[in-house]
């Protein structure tokens, strides 16, 4: 089988290792605009040839991870020069604008819209880890819209993978993909920019910061080309989340200036519930 | 050497293990109010015996490990039972009002103000682990007020723990605390809580999240038994803290509303600085 992978990074680039060690000879081309990443994939064994869109015309499977506005634009290009039977897989972490893009397309049929939850804080071809989607959750949305036999083969690449699939339309996953991942990152973010900020003025400040900060603030290593599109994708969900956020976080201040600390403890009480939630992640 | 552990939880219960495996012949008691955590310290070998405020005269070394607002009583306690010759340590996330609280106890002298910069979210005597300490910072306050034979008494168990020493006055520590520590807390809470919220009417959410949000939300499953006095006692420097973060939040839904992408694309590129911060951390 030869798979193509356009934009050669951590979410391509681990998907190229699993592949290689899951299946007898599969070939992988990749394509990039990055020269750098390409020379690099090749030296780490990710890719076995450098290709360009012209020569996906001989290529079973096309895998799309790149940032979510590039991937808007490189997917209707890639179903223009796949072949009649060619499987299009997307990665990105917004689904309802690319899959709006694509509705009417004449190779509609050839593209599965998909998200993997898996990644690190991460990125470029260096980043690529094995195993990273084993045992993770692939969402895939639309699936009606595509054809059977392709479906097939793209299913039997995430068993292999060692994923599950849950199926959602693109708007919920949307919606629901901003609580639990692009909140995550903002929140983190700002934690960072918040202590940064300090530290101008403070010297020192990080030699007292523990695992616990290190944990909370870990996605504010995350890079900005890939979530800058993310946030400008799925702008109306994210900032009804922030909003909520900021809310929850205004009513904690208001709980401590007015020393009303038993509620305080009552809302962090009914939060430990968490722990029930979050077993099984990770 | 003889060893009392007010407090056998997660901070205690892990002290207690590694001072058994670093030094020949000590002998930990344990003093707990809750039955069942003394019980389960004892048969989980993590304390000797059980020992009260009365036998603190035969002891060498007390280790208060409870939350702040319980550490602030039992404190002085302890002082008035304790030898000539007893060590006392704290190992409380604030130190202002601690230090206060015995700055005229004419024992004073007895006793070292300390902070380790080591945890997990969990509590009670089940979460104590080995090798807790292994590398992590102690911050010492007000090491000037502690008799110089005692601080070398604790200076020689803190280096057996394999800890690294930073001295800071109390004031400083609880102003830096509240940045690296406290903010992160209530971030990790407040997350938790605006997910937990959203997922009462909308089902399955938690399938959706990754190791990312895993590692955000964390600290949301810390004990508010423990969290809550903290951010009491520590009440003015987490607000500022706090102002600042909902701030930073604040400006990066702004910067969303008015569609600048390119200026959020700069506050996360600039964050992203906390990498190297980071390095050294975990």
């Given at each position: 089988?030869?798979?193509?992978?356009?934009?050669?990074?951590?979410?391509?680039?681990?998907?190229?290792?699993?592949?290689?060690?899951?299946?007898?000879?599969?070939?992988?081309?990749?394509?990039?605009?990055n020269e750098q990443n390409l020379k690099k994939a090749k030296e780490l064994q990710l890719i076995d040839e450098v290709a360009t869109l012209k020569d996906l015309k001989t290529v079973q499977v096309v895998i799309i991870s790149v940032p979510v506005d590039v991937s808007i634009k490189v997917l209707a290009q890639v179903l223009d020069h796949i072949g009649e039977n060619t499987l299009v897989l997307d990665t990105g972490s917004t689904k309802e604008k690319i899959c709006e893009s694509v509705k009417n397309h004449s190779k509609r049929r050839?593209?599965?819209?998909?998200?993997?939850?898996?990644?690190?804080?991460?990125?470029?071809?260096?980043?690529?880890?094995?195993?990273?989607?084993?045992?993770?959750?692939?969402?895939?949305?639309?699936?009606?819209?595509?054809?059977?036999?392709?479906?097939?083969?793209?299913?039997?690449?995430?068993?292999?993978?060692?994923?599950?699939?849950?199926?959602?339309?693109?708007?919920?996953?949307?919606?629901?993909?901003?609580?639990?991942s692009h909140l995550s990152h903002i929140s983190a973010f700002m934690l960072g920019k918040t202590v940064l900020d300090k530290e101008k003025n403070e010297k020192d400040i990080f030699d007292l910061a523990g695992s616990g900060f290190a944990s909370t603030v870990r996605l504010a290593k995350s890079s900005p080309a890939m979530w800058s599109p993310i946030f400008k994708q799925n702008k109306e969900n994210v900032l009804e989340t922030l909003t909520e956020y900021i809310q929850n976080l205004n009513e904690f201040k208001n709980l401590m200036e007015q020393d009303d600390f038993e509620k305080l403890f009552e809302e962090m009480k009914n939060t430990n519930h968490i722990k029930k939630v979050l077993n099984g992640i990770n």
């Open positions: 089988m030869k798979v193509a992978i356009v934009g050669i990074g951590l979410i391509g680039g681990s998907m190229a290792l699993d592949l290689k060690s899951a299946m007898d000879n599969v070939k992988i081309v990749g394509i990039d605009k050839n593209y599965l819209a998909a998200h993997p939850i898996a990644g690190t804080e991460f990125s470029g071809p260096e980043a690529a880890i094995a195993q990273l989607y084993q045992n993770k959750t692939m969402i895939v949305c639309e699936v009606e819209k595509t054809a059977f036999k392709l479906q097939e083969i793209a299913f039997d690449i995430f068993q292999r993978l060692g994923m599950r699939i849950r199926y959602m339309d693109p708007h919920s996953h949307d919606k629901h993909i901003a609580y639990v």
